[in-house]
């Protein structure tokens, strides 16, 4: 039984079944005998193992319809969570979840018309509104376009067939298109097609970053003003060039200390000189890397999750901070 490790994750649940959505994504079905209450598109931090590691991942059940909680993950060669939650969990196996998080959801930024944007395992936060919204805001206007590598790649292709007509769906194939899914990558003016009503529309994106930046671009260009992206994939760790600065970093009280290039972020720096440090989401979202600053300048660039009190005092998501000087933390 995988026992709890991380404070973070004291919800226990058991593994109902696994089922095989496309040929690399598995949705992992999650009893949980107490109340979990969540929101249509939020996620949660998963205990990986026996081990510390936190990883996250999209609850892509919705509060109210769904039997189980569940888990929608693609297999990623390599990937320690993704190894562990697709291959070797098994039915009666517990796992150890974190409260429910994120402010991706519809239910926090209601609208009555909605644009839904969704490229590969992005569909996982998009479904789960969507179920919301057709059962509980019928009313509303939601369009849906979901792009994929191929076909078979379609994840919830029954669900989202159940949808329609009700959800205006469209499917892209990026690599294999058919008749029923357009040619190509989406492109700014394939979109302005597809959407003519743009500004009138609140957007959610959900999907790899390179394909949320440039789809946020093409919807402000558009016309859209009410955007909302999910940000809870890890970013790419920083490339720091040769030409960069020494910069030292030390714990207050302490003779442990390292140095780090300028240009890293405060959380490549502590993993880079084994300072104990617990990151999830690394994007500036799940709060995890909370860490204080005694002294030193810097840069932050989220400050989700902490209060006006933690920033005055120093408080920093070490995810999201660059250090610009040499820097003691608590």
Not at 1 to 27: F, G, I, K, S, Y
């Amino acid at each position: 039984m995988t026992m709890q490790t991380n404070a973070l994750c004291h919800w226990r649940m058991q593994v109902h079944h696994v089922t095989q959505e496309t040929p690399d994504v598995w949705t992992i079905a999650l009893i949980n005998h107490d109340f979990y209450r969540w929101q249509a598109g939020q996620f949660a931090l998963v205990q990986i193992g026996k081990s510390a590691q936190l990883r996250a991942y999209t609850l892509s059940s919705t509060p109210g319809q769904s039997e189980f909680i569940t888990l929608t993950v693609r297999y990623i060669e390599g990937g320690q969570g993704s190894g562990w939650l697709t291959k070797s969990l098994k039915p009666g196996d517990y796992i150890w979840l974190s409260d429910p998080q994120g402010e991706f959801s519809c239910e926090q930024h209601p609208a009555d018309r909605y644009l839904m944007m969704a490229a590969g395992c992005g569909i996982t936060p998009i479904i789960s509104m969507c179920r919301w919204l057709a059962s509980r805001r019928r009313e509303c206007s939601v369009k849906l376009c979901y792009s994929v590598r191929s076909q078979q790649d379609v994840i919830f292709a029954t669900e989202l067939a159940a949808l329609q007509p009700w959800l205006d769906l469209t499917l892209i194939s990026e690599d294999t298109p058919t008749a029923e899914m357009p040619e190509g990558r989406l492109t700014l003016e394939k979109l302005r097609t597809l959407v003519p009503d743009m500004p009138s529309r609140t957007v959610m994106i959900c999907g790899p970053e390179a394909y949320m930046q440039q789809v946020e671009g093409f919807t402000r260009t558009l016309g859209a003003a009410d955007i909302w992206k999910e940000q809870f994939t890890p970013v790419q760790t920083t490339e720091v060039s040769a030409s960069s600065q020494p910069l030292s970093l030390r714990a207050s009280g302490t003779e442990k200390a390292g140095s780090f290039s300028s240009g890293a972020t405060l959380l490549e720096a502590m993993e880079r000189n084994a300072f104990d440090i617990v990151a999830a989401c690394r994007s500036g979202v799940c709060g995890c890397c909370k860490t204080q600053i005694v002294s030193g300048d810097y840069q932050t660039s989220s400050q989700q999750t902490l209060t006006d009190e933690e920033v005055a005092a120093g408080f920093v998501l070490a995810c999201s901070c660059k250090p610009v000087s040499d820097i003691v933390i608590a």
